[in-house]
DNA sequence: GTGAAAGCGCTAACAT
DNA sequence: ATGTTAGCGCTTTCAC
């Protein structure tokens, strides 16, 4: 057995509560005891149980990261991404992180992560798109709550999200200005606020630019941004209008699909059309051309929205419904080029 | 506040000491009893405190997880499918895992992972090559441990490995069936078991072919095993001897490097020389050619992982010295080819 | 400035 | 078959 806050009081020869209020840094401690106890609790290589702890102050040191399955098996490591980048503070800032999944088909009857039920969690990240059902059953419990790369229906909570709009005008500019005219929007799942968002923005694009916005070359009907879809929405695309130069897939994972419709297809990248994703993900360098993209810094997503939560934590300030936005890059490489 | 198990007894109209039979089965209790007790439960919506039952059982619920800080920052997510297999086990299994990271130059004087010490956690898993100092921390705690991808120098723990002897002979005999004679082996901080097991299988598929094992053709000085070292070990290779028509590498980061630098050098793969990785990573199908590997399956060791801990938990058995070796499997793609 | 004691929500002897 | 009670290891009033 590992000591115990007795252990130590009797080895510092003062009582049990002397000791934590040592621990604490209390003032009311004469920098005497302090010492003898700091002493005591070295030789005995002592560490406070954490469930003692938590069973009086209701707090377990622990904050819930919360995803859909779908996401968390996907291939690209997005969601990794974001989930080390929590990782990366709570290391700072004596959290540790839980991770659980929900089914992407979460219904009104289905329970809650257990360590939401059992308060093994302070707080919860809820990371990318998860259903309304979740999130009403989620708001319940008083629990601090920060939403990251997802904007949530009801719009009362801390929530850290990527310039989508932004990005998707910084997307269809680039194509803009490289000349081409005939720019396709492939996407997905058009009810996702980031895609649409993106869809947005690239509308703005060809808007400030004078260019027609033809719904024949925006194909979003495909149910998921994923590789198959894209090379589906491609090949869709290319069937109806042989004149597109340029394409903006709303996510990498579509434009890696859209890419290998092209090359299947004789269509050549950038020769024959531009391409760009979204996302910047690790495989976009590895393709041949490397993908033009629009980076969504994964890893700050998942540090914001654990800095929110640290702060929403400690400040006990009831509810902050605070928006951060964290801004996109254009990343320029091999899929575009001037027409 | 969440009711607590004296709402249950109050509403159920019995005792505690009921409320806690009843929601753990036990003989004693009327089935009459018991529903009333859960019918309360389900009212409530009550959920048993993790902490407070931590408190008294001794038990968190928790299984930590911890590797070295330049493991975790890998661009290659090879630990992260580990860490995402025991997630899947967990799942099932009531518990739930918490990430932290080591220094890879952990020292004698340096602290544990703070779930350790504050006991936030029933057992650890330690995935990939920690230093020694760290282990024998570890051991001192009398705390479940399983060893994963990494074989630890002192042998009565449990241990889930990798195949890489089979696995480097595979990939070596590949080459040699094709026809090649003049194979190379490229490698990285050779005192890690794991590649210089894969070495071994190398040396050993050469040896009953009645190849000649030249030195020559074995590059293992480069520190660490990532894209660019593999690139710095295929110069120097190749600007030593010209006749190579294989390379097998120790894992697809090397392999990737070594790629790169072919292609940089007009050396055509699988046209000049043939290329076999290890690890079977995200990124090698998207390689031109997509690479022959020896695929390790991630995911499973880290539910056999996660498996072995879940035994140890509830049998007691106080200690199984289990070894689970998973195999590997050759995966043969564009990079290789014929003599 | 320090100690005694209550109590957090549970489990598990031990009574009944 | 069910209830009473004593902790588990801590924090936190409240006395002294």
New interface residues.
Partial sequence: M?PTIKDVAKKAGVSIATVSLAIHNNQRITTITRNKVLRAIKELNY??????K??VTKT???IGFVLTDDH?LK?E?FY?MIF?GT?FVT?GN?Y??????INKDFKEGDELP??I????VDGVIVAGKVPDAFIQKLSKFDMPLVFVDYFPPVDDHCVVMVDNTRGGYQAAKHLVDLGHKEIAFIGADITHPSISDRLTGYKQALETSGIEIKQSNIIIDEDYPARQNGYNAAKRLFEKNKNVTAVFACNDAMA?GAMQYCADNGIKIPGDVSLIGFDDV??DL???PPLTTVRVPKVELGTEAMNVMVNLLSSKSANCAKKIVVPVELIVRGSTRKI
């Fill in positions: 590992s560490h406070p149980s954490r469930s003692a938590g069973l377990t040191g622990n968390f291939t490591p990794t080390l990782e290391r004596d540790y992180v839980l991770l659980a999944t257990r360590f039920l059992e308060r093994s890696i690790e495989a590895l393709l041949n």
